[in-house]
Protein backbone atom coordinates (compact mmCIF):
# COMPACT_ATOMS: atom_id res chain seq x y z
CA UNK A 1 0.00 0.00 0.00
CA UNK A 2 1.40 2.91 -0.80
CA UNK A 3 2.14 5.79 1.53
CA UNK A 4 3.66 8.36 -0.49
CA UNK A 5 1.72 11.77 -0.19
CA UNK A 6 -0.55 10.50 2.77
CA UNK A 7 -3.61 12.52 3.91
CA UNK A 8 -5.84 13.06 6.34
CA UNK A 9 -9.58 13.73 4.14
CA UNK A 10 -11.57 16.74 5.66
CA UNK A 11 -14.04 14.10 7.39
CA UNK A 12 -10.95 12.66 9.37
CA UNK A 13 -9.32 16.22 10.32
CA UNK A 14 -12.55 17.19 11.24
CA UNK A 15 -13.24 13.90 13.58
CA UNK A 16 -9.79 14.68 14.98
CA UNK A 17 -10.33 18.21 16.10
CA UNK A 18 -13.85 17.25 17.58
CA UNK A 19 -11.33 14.49 19.50
CA UNK A 20 -9.34 17.20 21.09
CA UNK A 21 -12.21 18.91 22.86
CA UNK A 22 -12.82 15.90 24.67
CA UNK A 23 -9.58 16.10 26.85
CA UNK A 24 -7.07 18.61 28.87
CA UNK A 25 -4.74 17.43 27.28
CA UNK A 26 -3.79 16.83 23.44
CA UNK A 27 -2.14 13.45 24.10
CA UNK A 28 -5.05 12.01 25.48
CA UNK A 29 -6.71 11.92 22.07
CA UNK A 30 -3.71 9.75 20.68
CA UNK A 31 -5.64 6.57 20.47
CA UNK A 32 -8.93 7.89 19.11
CA UNK A 33 -6.77 9.58 16.56
CA UNK A 34 -4.86 6.71 15.54
CA UNK A 35 -8.00 4.75 15.24
CA UNK A 36 -9.49 7.51 13.11
CA UNK A 37 -5.97 6.86 10.77
CA UNK A 38 -6.34 3.19 10.53
CA UNK A 39 -9.81 3.41 9.46
CA UNK A 40 -8.93 6.22 7.09
CA UNK A 41 -5.15 3.90 5.46
CA UNK A 42 -6.20 0.45 6.51
CA UNK A 43 -3.01 0.18 8.54
CA UNK A 44 -1.14 2.32 10.55
CA UNK A 45 2.41 3.37 8.91
CA UNK A 46 5.44 5.54 10.17
CA UNK A 47 3.93 8.51 7.96
CA UNK A 48 0.39 7.88 9.26
CA UNK A 49 1.88 8.71 12.65
CA UNK A 50 3.55 11.97 11.50
CA UNK A 51 0.42 12.49 10.30
CA UNK A 52 -1.08 12.05 13.62
CA UNK A 53 1.60 13.85 15.37
CA UNK A 54 1.25 16.74 13.26
CA UNK A 55 -2.66 16.99 13.69
CA UNK A 56 -2.29 16.62 17.48
CA UNK A 57 0.77 19.32 17.63
CA UNK A 58 2.25 16.30 19.95
CA UNK A 59 5.78 14.42 19.31
CA UNK A 60 6.12 12.08 16.93
CA UNK A 61 8.09 9.43 19.29
CA UNK A 62 4.67 9.85 21.45
CA UNK A 63 2.85 8.65 18.51
CA UNK A 64 5.30 5.86 17.92
CA UNK A 65 5.96 4.86 21.62
CA UNK A 66 1.69 4.61 22.13
CA UNK A 67 0.72 2.61 18.13
CA UNK A 68 3.77 0.42 19.04
CA UNK A 69 2.13 -0.82 22.70
CA UNK A 70 -1.12 -1.48 21.45
CA UNK A 71 -1.74 -5.07 19.63
CA UNK A 72 -4.63 -3.84 17.81
CA UNK A 73 -2.86 -0.97 15.83
CA UNK A 74 -1.70 -2.49 12.34
CA UNK A 75 1.93 -1.54 12.13
CA UNK A 76 1.79 -3.63 8.88
CA UNK A 77 -1.03 -3.88 5.88
CA UNK A 78 -3.04 -6.51 6.64
CA UNK A 79 -5.49 -8.39 4.32
CA UNK A 80 -8.63 -7.01 3.82
CA UNK A 81 -10.75 -9.46 6.38
CA UNK A 82 -8.67 -9.86 9.23
CA UNK A 83 -10.15 -13.19 10.88
CA UNK A 84 -9.47 -13.01 14.88
CA UNK A 85 -10.07 -16.18 16.55
CA UNK A 86 -9.84 -16.48 20.53
CA UNK A 87 -7.60 -19.63 21.48
CA UNK A 88 -7.31 -18.54 24.97
CA UNK A 89 -8.74 -21.11 27.57
CA UNK A 90 -12.12 -21.13 27.55
CA UNK A 91 -12.31 -21.06 23.52
CA UNK A 92 -9.88 -23.45 23.61
CA UNK A 93 -11.86 -25.80 25.78
CA UNK A 94 -14.82 -25.30 23.29
CA UNK A 95 -12.45 -26.36 20.27
CA UNK A 96 -11.39 -23.05 19.22
CA UNK A 97 -8.55 -25.18 17.34
CA UNK A 98 -10.42 -26.60 14.89
CA UNK A 99 -11.90 -22.78 14.11
CA UNK A 100 -7.95 -22.16 13.18
CA UNK A 101 -7.90 -25.79 11.16
CA UNK A 102 -10.44 -24.31 9.39
CA UNK A 103 -8.87 -20.98 8.62
CA UNK A 104 -5.80 -23.18 7.36
CA UNK A 105 -7.53 -25.95 5.18
CA UNK A 106 -10.00 -23.21 3.59
CA UNK A 107 -6.98 -20.48 3.13
CA UNK A 108 -3.53 -21.99 4.01
CA UNK A 109 -3.00 -19.44 6.24
CA UNK A 110 -2.01 -19.81 10.22
CA UNK A 111 -1.32 -16.86 12.93
CA UNK A 112 0.36 -13.74 12.07
CA UNK A 113 0.44 -14.65 8.04
CA UNK A 114 -1.86 -13.21 5.18
CA UNK A 115 -2.61 -14.99 1.79
CA UNK A 116 -1.06 -13.67 -1.24
CA UNK A 117 -3.88 -11.98 -2.67
CA UNK A 118 -4.08 -9.76 0.43
CA UNK A 119 -7.92 -10.86 0.89
CA UNK A 120 -7.36 -12.67 4.41
CA UNK A 121 -5.28 -11.88 7.68
CA UNK A 122 -5.40 -14.89 10.06
CA UNK A 123 -4.42 -14.01 13.68
CA UNK A 124 -5.07 -16.59 17.43
CA UNK A 125 -5.93 -13.32 19.76
CA UNK A 126 -6.33 -13.66 23.28
CA UNK A 127 -9.69 -13.33 24.79
CA UNK A 128 -12.55 -11.57 23.31
CA UNK A 129 -14.76 -11.41 26.37
CA UNK A 130 -17.38 -13.98 24.74
CA UNK A 131 -16.35 -16.82 26.89
CA UNK A 132 -19.72 -18.13 27.41
CA UNK A 133 -20.16 -18.43 23.70
CA UNK A 134 -17.29 -20.07 22.97
CA UNK A 135 -15.47 -20.26 20.66
CA UNK A 136 -15.44 -16.51 19.71
CA UNK A 137 -13.64 -14.72 16.55
CA UNK A 138 -14.13 -11.85 15.12
CA UNK A 139 -13.88 -11.44 11.38
CA UNK A 140 -13.41 -7.49 10.43
CA UNK A 141 -15.57 -5.61 13.39
CA UNK A 142 -18.16 -8.50 13.15
CA UNK A 143 -18.27 -10.49 16.50
CA UNK A 144 -19.20 -14.40 15.72
CA UNK A 145 -19.98 -16.57 18.52
CA UNK A 146 -20.50 -20.25 19.58
CA UNK A 147 -19.00 -20.36 16.05
CA UNK A 148 -18.84 -24.35 14.63
CA UNK A 149 -16.07 -25.71 11.82
CA UNK A 150 -18.94 -25.44 9.27
CA UNK A 151 -20.44 -22.34 9.76
CA UNK A 152 -16.95 -20.90 9.96
CA UNK A 153 -16.27 -22.79 6.59
CA UNK A 154 -19.53 -21.05 4.95
CA UNK A 155 -18.38 -17.83 5.91
CA UNK A 156 -15.16 -17.96 4.44
CA UNK A 157 -16.72 -19.43 1.51
CA UNK A 158 -19.14 -16.47 1.40
CA UNK A 159 -17.01 -14.01 1.73
CA UNK A 160 -14.32 -15.43 -1.09
CA UNK A 161 -17.61 -14.72 -3.00
CA UNK A 162 -17.59 -19.01 -3.55
CA UNK A 163 -20.74 -20.87 -3.04
CA UNK A 164 -21.01 -22.94 -0.33
CA UNK A 165 -21.54 -25.81 -1.95
CA UNK A 166 -18.50 -25.05 -4.83
CA UNK A 167 -15.42 -27.29 -4.19
CA UNK A 168 -12.97 -25.92 -1.77
CA UNK A 169 -10.95 -22.90 -3.45
CA UNK A 170 -6.88 -23.53 -3.76
CA UNK A 171 -5.30 -21.82 -0.66
CA UNK A 172 -2.94 -19.04 -1.85
CA UNK A 173 -0.23 -19.99 -0.16
CA UNK A 174 1.16 -22.71 1.94
CA UNK A 175 -0.35 -26.41 2.39
CA UNK A 176 -3.58 -27.36 2.20
CA UNK A 177 -3.25 -29.73 4.95
CA UNK A 178 -4.05 -29.41 8.45
CA UNK B 1 -24.54 -18.14 14.99
CA UNK B 2 -25.69 -15.64 17.64
CA UNK B 3 -24.73 -12.22 16.57
CA UNK B 4 -25.45 -10.46 20.10
CA UNK B 5 -24.56 -12.48 23.58
CA UNK B 6 -27.77 -14.58 24.13
CA UNK B 7 -29.18 -14.37 27.63
CA UNK B 8 -31.74 -17.30 28.19
CA UNK B 9 -34.42 -17.26 30.31
CA UNK B 10 -34.16 -16.48 34.27
CA UNK B 11 -33.56 -19.99 36.37
CA UNK B 12 -35.32 -20.40 39.56
CA UNK B 13 -31.75 -19.99 41.24
CA UNK B 14 -31.02 -16.40 39.90
CA UNK B 15 -32.11 -13.43 41.00
CA UNK B 16 -32.04 -11.10 37.62
CA UNK B 17 -32.09 -7.19 38.69
CA UNK B 18 -29.11 -6.09 35.78
CA UNK B 19 -29.32 -8.92 33.47
CA UNK B 20 -33.26 -8.02 31.19
CA UNK B 21 -32.18 -9.56 27.66
CA UNK B 22 -34.43 -12.62 27.91
CA UNK B 23 -37.30 -9.56 28.16
CA UNK B 24 -37.02 -8.90 24.40
CA UNK B 25 -37.16 -5.10 24.97
CA UNK B 26 -34.73 -3.10 22.93
CA UNK B 27 -32.54 -1.22 26.22
CA UNK B 28 -30.54 0.80 23.67
CA UNK B 29 -33.01 2.70 23.02
CA UNK B 30 -33.74 5.77 25.32
CA UNK B 31 -37.73 5.48 25.37
CA UNK B 32 -37.72 1.71 26.45
CA UNK B 33 -35.11 2.82 28.89
CA UNK B 34 -37.34 5.32 30.75
CA UNK B 35 -40.81 3.39 29.76
CA UNK B 36 -38.92 0.07 32.30
CA UNK B 37 -38.46 3.00 35.05
CA UNK B 38 -35.07 4.36 33.58
CA UNK B 39 -33.67 7.80 35.25
CA UNK B 40 -36.63 7.69 37.74
CA UNK B 41 -34.74 7.72 40.52
CA UNK B 42 -32.83 10.77 39.60
CA UNK B 43 -35.44 13.24 41.67
CA UNK B 44 -35.01 11.19 45.01
CA UNK B 45 -31.44 11.36 44.39
CA UNK B 46 -31.32 15.37 43.99
CA UNK B 47 -33.71 15.47 46.75
CA UNK B 48 -31.16 13.73 48.83
CA UNK B 49 -28.10 15.34 48.00
CA UNK B 50 -24.84 14.09 47.12
CA UNK B 51 -23.81 12.72 50.62
CA UNK B 52 -27.01 10.43 50.37
CA UNK B 53 -26.00 8.66 47.58
CA UNK B 54 -22.45 7.86 49.22
CA UNK B 55 -24.46 6.44 52.31
CA UNK B 56 -27.19 4.33 50.63
CA UNK B 57 -24.01 3.00 48.88
CA UNK B 58 -22.16 2.92 52.17
CA UNK B 59 -25.13 0.98 53.63
CA UNK B 60 -25.19 -1.80 51.16
CA UNK B 61 -21.49 -2.27 51.36
CA UNK B 62 -21.40 -1.99 47.32
CA UNK B 63 -17.97 -3.98 46.45
CA UNK B 64 -16.10 -3.48 43.86
CA UNK B 65 -17.07 -5.75 41.05
CA UNK B 66 -14.40 -5.82 38.76
CA UNK B 67 -12.26 -8.30 40.50
CA UNK B 68 -10.49 -6.68 43.88
CA UNK B 69 -14.34 -6.41 45.48
CA UNK B 70 -13.53 -3.03 47.09
CA UNK B 71 -16.02 -1.42 48.68
CA UNK B 72 -17.16 1.25 46.04
CA UNK B 73 -18.15 4.19 49.04
CA UNK B 74 -14.96 3.37 50.94
CA UNK B 75 -13.32 4.74 47.65
CA UNK B 76 -15.33 7.47 46.59
CA UNK B 77 -14.35 8.39 50.13
CA UNK B 78 -10.89 8.78 49.21
CA UNK B 79 -11.30 11.90 47.43
CA UNK B 80 -10.06 15.35 48.54
CA UNK B 81 -12.61 17.31 50.45
CA UNK B 82 -12.49 20.54 48.81
CA UNK B 83 -13.16 21.83 45.65
CA UNK B 84 -10.92 20.42 43.17
CA UNK B 85 -12.11 19.33 39.79
CA UNK B 86 -12.73 15.35 39.58
CA UNK B 87 -12.99 12.96 37.21
CA UNK B 88 -14.81 9.66 37.13
CA UNK B 89 -13.59 6.65 35.14
CA UNK B 90 -15.21 3.44 33.68
CA UNK B 91 -13.27 0.35 33.73
CA UNK B 92 -14.71 -1.22 30.93
CA UNK B 93 -11.91 -2.94 29.60
CA UNK B 94 -13.07 -6.49 30.29
CA UNK B 95 -10.43 -8.64 29.38
CA UNK B 96 -9.83 -11.55 31.81
CA UNK B 97 -10.01 -14.69 30.10
CA UNK B 98 -13.30 -16.24 31.70
CA UNK B 99 -14.85 -12.65 31.63
CA UNK B 100 -17.49 -11.49 29.67
CA UNK B 101 -20.07 -9.89 31.77
CA UNK B 102 -19.68 -6.01 30.89
CA UNK B 103 -20.01 -6.85 27.39
CA UNK B 104 -23.71 -7.15 27.80
CA UNK B 105 -24.39 -4.07 29.52
CA UNK B 106 -21.99 -2.01 27.52
CA UNK B 107 -23.93 -3.89 24.11
CA UNK B 108 -27.33 -4.03 25.31
CA UNK B 109 -28.51 -1.96 28.25
CA UNK B 110 -25.67 0.85 27.98
CA UNK B 111 -28.03 3.57 29.99
CA UNK B 112 -28.14 1.50 33.07
CA UNK B 113 -24.32 2.06 33.32
CA UNK B 114 -24.70 5.65 32.17
CA UNK B 115 -27.38 6.18 34.36
CA UNK B 116 -25.25 5.44 37.37
CA UNK B 117 -22.56 7.34 36.41
CA UNK B 118 -24.70 10.65 36.13
CA UNK B 119 -25.74 9.40 39.69
CA UNK B 120 -22.21 8.58 40.37
CA UNK B 121 -20.90 12.09 39.43
CA UNK B 122 -23.42 13.98 41.28
CA UNK B 123 -22.38 12.10 43.98
CA UNK B 124 -18.55 12.99 43.86
CA UNK B 125 -19.24 16.18 42.18
CA UNK B 126 -17.46 15.07 39.06
CA UNK B 127 -18.27 17.21 35.96
CA UNK B 128 -16.27 15.01 33.75
CA UNK B 129 -16.77 10.87 33.18
CA UNK B 130 -14.70 9.25 30.69
CA UNK B 131 -15.58 5.39 29.87
CA UNK B 132 -12.53 3.36 28.46
CA UNK B 133 -13.80 0.64 26.67
CA UNK B 134 -11.41 -2.51 25.46
CA UNK B 135 -10.76 -1.91 21.23
CA UNK B 136 -12.07 -4.96 20.47
CA UNK B 137 -15.89 -3.46 21.76
CA UNK B 138 -16.53 -2.20 18.43
CA UNK B 139 -20.11 -2.58 18.75
CA UNK B 140 -20.32 -1.28 22.88
CA UNK B 141 -18.15 1.42 21.41
CA UNK B 142 -21.04 2.45 19.01
CA UNK B 143 -23.78 1.57 21.34
CA UNK B 144 -22.67 4.03 23.98
CA UNK B 145 -21.88 6.49 22.08
CA UNK B 146 -25.51 6.42 20.37
CA UNK B 147 -26.78 5.96 24.31
CA UNK B 148 -24.60 9.10 25.17
CA UNK B 149 -25.85 11.21 22.74
CA UNK B 150 -29.62 10.49 23.37
CA UNK B 151 -28.82 11.39 26.44
CA UNK B 152 -27.56 14.56 25.70
CA UNK B 153 -30.78 15.00 23.13
CA UNK B 154 -32.72 14.64 25.94
CA UNK B 155 -31.44 17.24 28.82
CA UNK B 156 -29.85 13.64 30.71
CA UNK B 157 -26.15 15.07 30.06
CA UNK B 158 -24.88 18.48 29.41
CA UNK B 159 -25.50 21.67 31.36
CA UNK B 160 -28.05 22.10 33.77
CA UNK B 161 -29.03 18.32 33.98
CA UNK B 162 -33.23 18.05 34.16
CA UNK B 163 -33.06 21.55 35.91
CA UNK B 164 -31.03 20.39 38.78
CA UNK B 165 -28.36 23.07 38.27
CA UNK B 166 -25.80 19.91 38.01
CA UNK B 167 -23.27 19.50 34.89
CA UNK B 168 -22.18 16.59 33.22
CA UNK B 169 -20.19 15.47 30.71
CA UNK B 170 -19.64 11.64 29.15
CA UNK B 171 -17.15 10.38 26.68
CA UNK B 172 -16.36 6.92 25.71
CA UNK B 173 -12.74 6.12 25.17
CA UNK B 174 -11.58 3.24 22.95
CA UNK B 175 -8.48 1.15 24.11
CA UNK B 176 -6.66 -0.99 21.00
CA UNK B 177 -6.26 -4.17 22.99
CA UNK B 178 -3.96 -4.30 25.86
CA UNK B 179 -5.17 -6.42 28.87
CA UNK B 180 -3.67 -4.47 31.41
CA UNK B 181 -5.31 -1.56 30.71
CA UNK B 182 -7.65 -3.26 33.28
CA UNK B 183 -5.46 -1.69 35.88
CA UNK B 184 -6.17 1.28 37.13
CA UNK B 185 -3.28 3.15 36.48
CA UNK B 186 -2.53 1.35 33.46
CA UNK B 187 -6.06 2.34 32.43
CA UNK B 188 -5.06 6.12 33.72
CA UNK B 189 -1.70 6.10 31.32
CA UNK B 190 -3.65 4.59 28.60
CA UNK B 191 -6.39 7.46 28.57
CA UNK B 192 -3.83 9.62 28.47
CA UNK B 193 -2.42 8.56 25.13
CA UNK B 194 0.79 6.78 26.46
CA UNK B 195 1.30 3.11 26.56
CA UNK B 196 -1.12 1.42 29.37
CA UNK B 197 2.42 0.62 32.11
CA UNK B 198 1.20 0.70 35.46
CA UNK B 199 2.39 3.48 38.11
CA UNK B 200 3.61 3.28 41.21
CA UNK B 201 1.06 3.81 44.26
CA UNK B 202 0.98 6.19 46.22
CA UNK B 203 0.25 8.54 45.04
CA UNK B 204 -3.12 7.15 44.39
CA UNK B 205 -5.77 8.03 41.73
CA UNK B 206 -8.39 9.48 44.17
CA UNK B 207 -5.55 12.49 44.50
CA UNK B 208 -3.59 12.37 41.53
CA UNK B 209 -4.97 10.17 38.75
CA UNK B 210 -6.54 11.73 34.73
CA UNK B 211 -4.39 14.92 33.86
CA UNK B 212 -3.05 15.19 37.35
CA UNK B 213 -6.61 15.33 38.66
CA UNK B 214 -8.28 13.67 41.55
CA UNK B 215 -10.30 10.15 40.41
CA UNK B 216 -12.09 7.60 40.41
CA UNK B 217 -12.07 4.34 38.72
CA UNK B 218 -14.71 1.80 38.61
CA UNK B 219 -15.98 -1.23 37.30
CA UNK B 220 -18.91 -1.10 34.62
CA UNK B 221 -20.87 -3.32 37.12
CA UNK B 222 -20.01 -1.69 39.97
CA UNK B 223 -21.62 1.61 38.29
CA UNK B 224 -24.35 -0.08 36.85
CA UNK B 225 -25.88 -1.02 40.39
CA UNK B 226 -25.56 2.58 41.45
CA UNK B 227 -29.19 3.45 40.43
CA UNK B 228 -30.37 -0.03 41.52
CA UNK B 229 -28.91 0.89 45.40
CA UNK B 230 -30.88 4.21 45.16
CA UNK B 231 -33.91 2.91 43.99
CA UNK B 232 -34.70 0.00 46.66
CA UNK B 233 -34.22 0.63 50.61
CA UNK B 234 -30.76 -1.21 51.41
CA UNK B 235 -32.25 -3.92 53.41
CA UNK B 236 -33.75 -5.28 49.97
CA UNK B 237 -30.48 -4.84 48.33
CA UNK B 238 -28.91 -6.52 51.16
CA UNK B 239 -30.98 -9.38 51.12
CA UNK B 240 -30.43 -10.47 47.64
CA UNK B 241 -26.86 -11.18 48.79
CA UNK B 242 -25.41 -13.75 51.55
CA UNK B 243 -25.17 -11.53 55.27
CA UNK B 244 -27.34 -14.64 56.51
CA UNK B 245 -24.83 -17.53 55.95
CA UNK B 246 -21.87 -16.58 58.11
CA UNK B 247 -20.11 -19.66 58.58
CA UNK B 248 -17.85 -19.02 55.79
CA UNK B 249 -17.06 -15.83 58.34
CA UNK B 250 -18.47 -13.12 55.79
CA UNK B 251 -19.16 -9.87 56.22
CA UNK B 252 -22.47 -8.41 54.59
CA UNK B 253 -22.06 -8.04 50.99
CA UNK B 254 -25.02 -6.61 49.09
CA UNK B 255 -26.66 -7.48 46.11
CA UNK B 256 -26.56 -9.53 42.72
CA UNK B 257 -23.48 -11.07 40.48
CA UNK B 258 -23.17 -10.81 36.80
CA UNK B 259 -21.55 -14.14 37.00
CA UNK B 260 -20.52 -15.71 33.45
CA UNK B 261 -19.98 -19.93 33.19
CA UNK B 262 -17.69 -20.80 30.20
CA UNK B 263 -16.28 -24.34 29.59
CA UNK B 264 -16.97 -28.26 29.67
CA UNK B 265 -20.40 -27.71 30.78
CA UNK B 266 -24.01 -28.10 29.13
CA UNK B 267 -25.61 -24.45 29.04
CA UNK B 268 -22.51 -22.12 28.64
CA UNK B 269 -23.77 -18.34 29.21
CA UNK B 270 -24.71 -15.55 31.44
CA UNK B 271 -26.19 -15.64 34.78
CA UNK B 272 -27.35 -12.94 37.27
CA UNK B 273 -27.30 -14.67 41.03
CA UNK B 274 -27.45 -13.46 44.72
CA UNK B 275 -24.09 -13.40 46.18
CA UNK B 276 -22.75 -16.15 48.21
CA UNK B 277 -24.73 -19.39 45.48
CA UNK B 278 -22.35 -22.37 45.56
CA UNK B 279 -20.00 -23.04 43.06
CA UNK B 280 -21.63 -26.73 42.98
CA UNK B 281 -25.03 -24.73 42.43
CA UNK B 282 -23.57 -22.86 39.36
CA UNK B 283 -22.43 -25.78 37.91
CA UNK B 284 -25.17 -28.11 38.16
CA UNK B 285 -28.04 -25.97 37.73
CA UNK B 286 -27.37 -22.91 35.92
CA UNK B 287 -24.82 -24.24 33.47
CA UNK B 288 -27.03 -27.73 33.42
CA UNK B 289 -24.12 -30.14 35.13
CA UNK B 290 -20.87 -31.63 33.00
CA UNK B 291 -20.79 -31.71 29.08
CA UNK B 292 -21.78 -35.58 28.65
CA UNK B 293 -22.05 -36.07 32.37
CA UNK B 294 -18.11 -36.28 32.65
CA UNK B 295 -16.53 -35.91 36.09
CA UNK B 296 -15.09 -32.63 36.81
CA UNK B 297 -11.01 -32.01 36.99
CA UNK B 298 -11.19 -28.53 38.87
CA UNK B 299 -12.38 -24.87 38.00
CA UNK B 300 -10.87 -21.64 37.67
CA UNK B 301 -13.34 -19.57 39.43
CA UNK B 302 -12.78 -15.85 37.97
CA UNK B 303 -10.83 -15.33 35.46
CA UNK B 304 -7.73 -16.95 34.28
CA UNK B 305 -5.20 -15.25 36.94
CA UNK B 306 -7.47 -17.63 40.30
CA UNK B 307 -5.82 -20.41 41.50
CA UNK B 308 -7.72 -23.61 40.91
CA UNK B 309 -10.71 -24.72 42.53
CA UNK B 310 -10.99 -28.75 43.22
CA UNK B 311 -14.55 -31.18 43.06
CA UNK B 312 -14.20 -31.25 47.04
CA UNK B 313 -14.24 -27.31 47.67
CA UNK B 314 -17.51 -26.74 44.94
CA UNK B 315 -19.81 -25.90 48.04
CA UNK B 316 -18.04 -22.90 48.68
CA UNK B 317 -20.41 -19.72 47.78
CA UNK B 318 -19.81 -17.66 45.41
CA UNK B 319 -19.37 -14.21 46.88
CA UNK B 320 -16.41 -11.97 47.73
CA UNK B 321 -14.69 -13.69 50.31
CA UNK B 322 -15.47 -17.17 51.12
CA UNK B 323 -13.38 -18.63 47.34
CA UNK B 324 -10.28 -17.65 49.51
CA UNK B 325 -11.22 -19.80 52.09
CA UNK B 326 -10.22 -22.29 50.01
CA UNK B 327 -6.97 -20.88 48.17
CA UNK B 328 -9.18 -19.23 45.72
CA UNK B 329 -10.59 -15.56 44.57
CA UNK B 330 -13.68 -14.96 43.37
CA UNK B 331 -12.10 -12.34 40.99
CA UNK B 332 -14.62 -11.21 37.86
CA UNK B 333 -16.90 -14.50 38.86
CA UNK B 334 -15.77 -15.68 35.10
CA UNK B 335 -16.37 -19.18 35.96
CA UNK B 336 -14.32 -21.70 33.66
CA UNK B 337 -14.88 -25.32 33.88
CA UNK B 338 -12.60 -28.20 32.86
CA UNK B 339 -13.58 -32.22 32.73
CA UNK B 340 -10.93 -34.99 33.59
CA UNK B 341 -9.91 -35.19 30.22
CA UNK B 342 -9.27 -31.78 30.04
CA UNK B 343 -5.33 -31.62 28.40
CA UNK B 344 -3.32 -29.75 31.51
CA UNK B 345 -0.18 -28.74 29.79
CA UNK B 346 -2.38 -27.68 27.30
CA UNK B 347 -4.83 -25.22 29.37
CA UNK B 348 -1.06 -23.95 30.83
CA UNK B 349 -0.16 -23.12 27.77
CA UNK B 350 -2.92 -20.82 26.61
CA UNK B 351 -2.28 -19.13 30.20
CA UNK B 352 0.88 -18.74 29.90
CA UNK B 353 0.79 -17.64 26.34
CA UNK B 354 -1.70 -15.14 27.57
CA UNK B 355 0.43 -13.32 30.39
CA UNK B 356 3.22 -13.40 28.24
CA UNK B 357 1.70 -11.48 25.70
CA UNK B 358 -0.20 -9.20 27.87
CA UNK B 359 2.94 -8.18 30.46
CA UNK B 360 3.48 -4.83 29.66
CA UNK B 361 7.43 -5.13 29.27
CA UNK B 362 7.95 -2.24 32.97
CA UNK B 363 8.77 -4.61 35.70
CA UNK B 364 11.93 -7.07 34.88
CA UNK B 365 10.39 -10.12 37.11
CA UNK B 366 7.17 -9.75 35.22
CA UNK B 367 8.50 -9.08 31.52
CA UNK B 368 11.47 -11.67 31.76
CA UNK B 369 9.43 -14.21 34.08
CA UNK B 370 6.18 -14.79 31.80
CA UNK B 371 8.72 -15.15 29.15
CA UNK B 372 10.35 -18.18 30.70
CA UNK B 373 7.18 -19.65 32.05
CA UNK B 374 6.12 -19.85 28.62
CA UNK B 375 9.09 -21.07 27.43
CA UNK B 376 9.44 -24.05 30.16
CA UNK B 377 5.42 -24.73 29.41
CA UNK B 378 6.23 -25.26 25.74
CA UNK B 379 8.96 -27.25 26.52
CA UNK B 380 6.70 -29.38 28.34
CA UNK B 381 4.03 -29.42 26.31
CA UNK B 382 6.26 -30.19 23.19
CA UNK B 383 8.18 -33.25 24.37
CA UNK B 384 11.65 -31.64 25.10
CA UNK B 385 11.48 -30.90 28.39
CA UNK B 386 13.62 -32.47 31.69
CA UNK B 387 12.41 -33.70 34.81
CA UNK B 388 13.69 -30.78 36.92
CA UNK B 389 12.01 -28.27 34.82
CA UNK B 390 8.91 -28.08 36.65
CA UNK B 391 10.87 -27.47 39.28
CA UNK B 392 12.69 -24.63 36.95
CA UNK B 393 8.75 -24.18 36.40
CA UNK B 394 7.64 -23.42 39.40
CA UNK B 395 10.75 -21.18 41.04
CA UNK B 396 10.21 -19.12 37.80
CA UNK B 397 6.58 -18.30 39.07
CA UNK B 398 8.04 -17.58 42.69
CA UNK B 399 10.68 -14.99 41.59
CA UNK B 400 7.69 -12.78 39.85
CA UNK B 401 5.38 -12.91 42.43
CA UNK B 402 5.06 -9.50 44.94
CA UNK B 403 8.00 -8.30 43.07
CA UNK B 404 6.28 -6.37 40.18
CA UNK B 405 4.31 -2.91 40.72
CA UNK B 406 0.97 -4.02 39.82
CA UNK B 407 -0.58 -7.59 40.22
CA UNK B 408 -0.33 -8.84 36.89
CA UNK B 409 2.84 -10.10 38.06
CA UNK B 410 0.70 -12.29 41.18
CA UNK B 411 -1.79 -12.83 38.48
CA UNK B 412 0.27 -14.51 35.90
CA UNK B 413 2.14 -16.44 39.11
CA UNK B 414 -0.53 -18.01 40.58
CA UNK B 415 -2.21 -19.91 37.89
CA UNK B 416 1.42 -21.65 37.58
CA UNK B 417 1.54 -21.95 40.75
CA UNK B 418 -1.81 -23.48 41.49
CA UNK B 419 -1.76 -26.29 38.39
CA UNK B 420 1.77 -27.57 39.46
CA UNK B 421 0.58 -27.71 43.47
CA UNK B 422 -2.65 -29.56 42.31
CA UNK B 423 -1.77 -31.71 39.31
CA UNK B 424 2.41 -32.03 40.14
CA UNK B 425 2.52 -35.72 39.76
CA UNK B 426 0.28 -35.94 36.45
CA UNK B 427 2.15 -32.82 35.25
CA UNK B 428 5.41 -34.62 35.86
CA UNK B 429 3.89 -37.84 34.53
CA UNK B 430 2.82 -36.20 31.11
CA UNK B 431 5.59 -34.48 30.56
CA UNK B 432 7.81 -37.58 31.09
CA UNK B 433 5.17 -39.46 28.46
CA UNK B 434 5.74 -36.70 25.79
CA UNK B 435 9.69 -36.55 26.25
CA UNK B 436 9.76 -40.07 25.47
CA UNK B 437 7.20 -39.80 22.56
CA UNK B 438 7.38 -36.01 21.51
CA UNK B 439 3.80 -35.09 19.89
CA UNK B 440 3.40 -32.28 16.80
CA UNK B 441 2.38 -28.96 18.52
CA UNK B 442 0.89 -26.03 17.02
CA UNK B 443 1.99 -22.85 18.60
CA UNK B 444 -0.53 -19.98 19.07
CA UNK B 445 -0.01 -16.68 19.67
CA UNK B 446 3.89 -15.47 18.91
CA UNK B 447 5.14 -12.71 17.17
Redesign the interface.
Same mark, same amino acid.
Not at chain 2, 134 to 139: L, N, T
Given at each position: MATEGLAFSPQAKDHIRELLGRYRDRRAALIPALWVAQREFGWVSREAMQLVAAELDIPEAWVYSTATFYTMFNKRPIGKNHIQVCTNIACYLRGADDLMDVVKQELGIGHGETTEDGQFHCESVQCLAACGYAPAMQIGQEDHFNVTPDQLRTLIREIRGASPSAPPPMPAGGSADA | ?? &?T??VGKPHAKEHRVLLRGHMGVDFTDIDNYIKHGGFSVWKKVVENGPQWVIDEVKKVNLRGRGGAGFPAGIKWSFLPKNDRDRILVINSD???????K %??YLLEDDPFRLLEGCLITCYAINAHTCYNYL??? +? !??GLAVCDSAVQQMYERGWLGKNIQGSGFDLDI?N???????ICGEETALIE &???????QPRLKPPFPANIG? +?GLPTIVNNTETIANVPIVCEVEADEFNGWGCSERDEWGRKAQGGTKLL? @????VNN???FEVPLGITLRECIDDLAGGMLGDAEPLCV @?PGG?SCPLILPKDFDVPMDFDSPKKVGSMFGTA?I?V?DVD?DIL??MY??A? +?FQ??S?GQCTPCRQGTGWILALIKKMRSGKASDGDIDNLYSAALNIEGNTICAFGDAAAWPVKSWIENFGDEIRAEARRRAENPPAV? %??? !??
Open positions: - | MH &SPYEGEPGTF %DRRGE +F !HKYHPGAGAY &SLEGKPGV +FG @IAGHPGM @IAGMMTEVRTV +FHECV %DYG !HH
